[in-house]
């Protein structure tokens, strides 16, 4: 992947002063004061020191950025292995944007960028023209691992055709116990986008929307989500919920509700598949979701090339405006001990699937 910006400049690095303090597992920690300059200079000092290396922000405080630190981003490239981990007393700390200048909040660099975020909020992010790898909110690159834990993610946009309003992956992505919504992209992934490998538990995908596929979630590569919940999110064109892509994937104990497709030919408001994809749905609803438009697949919506499995799952009260609301298939399907049942106008016709009766 190509160079996302520059790293803060050296003077800016030694503008700000930051309390370096031992580790007991021998990880560097550094208290990041409650500033702007401070937290991009903890950043700048991470990367120049031998990792891995922790930043402790300041109780309860927001870590607003007001101008870009470089190119489109408003922070330094994250190019070692550095933890940032919000307070846990009192208010969530934030890290936000707030300026008329477009520019998205992390950008994570490889091959040896390793970004964690624990225990704080980033919101507010935007990736511009400047920006076209998308991640309004934070991007990681080809090589690298971003981890989210107790993370929200929220109210970013990924403007100028790119991807990914909340997040955007194209290295390894772990997301636990978080909150991705109200994120916008222009292209696909309204909340999160991967292109390489997701990891995604305990976590809340809502509330978001894209202009092409995957208004919540957009995965190629593998996929593992579990114990999830994909609501109300929008897609203008695939899989308003999630859409899966040239993927090999899991999606286990996972309630996938209220999710919309709508264009001229949505397919799959709750879940889409495209391309060389194999998804196995273990123990999850897919319910209520819709498809408006001229195709069907208000549930899901399974592409030519595509096999899927559902095992002691269910697809209910999907609506599509053309048959049928339940489930579309081109390609193949297996149903184990899940009813697919009350999607209007039809469950599965003219789609021919075994065991899905209207």
């Known amino acids: ?60 405080c927001t870590y607003t950025l007001t101008a870009p630190d470089n190119g489109p981003n408003g922070l330094p490239l994250i190019t070692s292995d550095i933890t940032i981990t919000g307070s846990l007393l009192g208010t969530q700390n934030v890290i ?15 091959p040896n960028g390793r970004l964690t975020l624990n225990n704080l909020t980033v919101r507010d992010g935007r990736a511009g023209a400047g920006g076209s790898e998308g991640g309004g909110g934070i991007l990681s690159g080809t090589g690298t691992r971003l981890t989210l834990n107790s993370v929200e993610v929220t109210r970013n946009v990924a403007v100028a055709t790119a991807p990914g309003g909340g997040v955007m992956s194209f290295g390894t992505l772990i997301v636990r116990n978080s909150t991705v919504s109200h994120n916008i992209a222009t292209a696909y992934a309204g909340g999160i986008g991967s292109e390489s490998s997701a990891n995604i538990s305990n976590t809340t995908v809502t509330g978001n929307s894209s202009r092409e596929e995957g208004g919540g979630i957009a995965a190629a590569g593998s996929l593992t989500l579990t114990n999830s919940r994909v609501t109300d999110n929008g897609g203008r064109w695939r899989g308003g919920g999630l859409y899966a892509n040239n993927l090999t ?78 489930i579309s298939n081109s390609g193949a399907i297996t149903l184990q001990a899940t009813p697919v049942v009350d999607n209007v106008p039809s469950n599965c016709t003219p789609s021919v699937i075994t065991g899905c009766t209207n």
Do not use: W
Not at 18 to 36: E, F, G, K, N, W
Not at 96 to 110: H, K, L, P
């Open 1 to 60: 992947m190509n160079k996302i910006g520059i790293l803060a400049s050296t003077a800016a690095a030694l503008a700000t002063t930051v309390v370096a303090t031992p580790a007991a597992d021998a990880h560097a920690q550094s208290i990041v004061l409650c500033s702007q300059a401070a937290l991009r200079t903890a950043i700048t000092q991470a990367n120049a020191a031998p990792g891995p290396n922790t930043l402790l922000l300041a109780p309860g």
């Open 96 to 110: 936000r944007r707030q300026s008329a200048t477009d520019f998205r909040i992390f950008a994570v660099e490889g």
């Open 249 to 326: 994937g899991t999606v286990t104990d996972t309630l996938i509700r209220g999710n919309t497709a709508v264009a001229d030919v949505p397919e799959g408001g709750g879940i889409a598949t495209q391309g060389t994809t194999t998804l196995t749905l273990e123990r999850t609803t897919v319910f209520a979701n819709r498809s408006l438009g001229d195709a069907g697949g208000g549930g899901i919506s399974n592409g030519a090339a595509s096999t899927m499995t559902l095992r002691n799952s269910s697809v209910t009260n999907n609506y599509a405006t053309s048959a049928p609301g339940g």
